[in-house]
């Protein structure tokens, strides 16, 4: 089993950065999707950016180009750099992580390993 912790959330201007640091410990599967998710209160949790073991990255279309996802694997270390953030950007981001490559990453149910999350505000 995987623990996932996120950090790095917080409350920034419009047009401003963040980046989110999501570390794993436990047992991860040298194959494996990790990636970051994000649900505004009472909506839907929704793919943001994901990458597997591979190094493939995929994002959700509209985030593309102001969102890079990163990882370190001798960490363990998922990086979300979020840049030129808008107040849609705010929600809580989660971390995930899945012992497999998935086919389709973005969605939320190939999951089963998650993190607690981290607050974004976007003013």
């Known amino acids: 089993e995987v623990q996932l912790v996120e950090s790095g959330g917080g409350s920034v201007q419009a047009g401003g950065s963040l980046r989110l640091t999501c570390v794993a410990s436990?047992?991860?599967?040298?194959?494996?999707?990790m990636g970051w998710f994000r649900q505004i209160s009472g909506g839907q949790r929704v793919g943001v950016a994901t990458?597997?073991?591979?190094?493939?990255?995929t994002y959700e279309t509209s985030l593309e180009g102001r969102f890079t996802i990163t990882k370190d694997d001798a960490k363990k270390t998922v990086y979300l750099q979020m840049d030129n953030l808008l107040p849609e950007d705010t929600a809580m981001y989660y971390c995930?992580?899945?012992?497999?490559?998935?086919?389709?990453?973005?969605?939320?149910?190939?999951?089963?390993?998650w993190g607690q999350g981290t607050q974004v505000t976007v003013s």
């Open positions: 995930a992580a899945e012992y497999a490559i998935v086919t389709r990453p973005l969605e939320v149910k190939w999951y089963s390993n």
């Open positions: 436990g047992y991860l599967h040298t194959r494996n999707t």
């Open positions: 990458i597997d073991s591979n190094g493939k990255a």
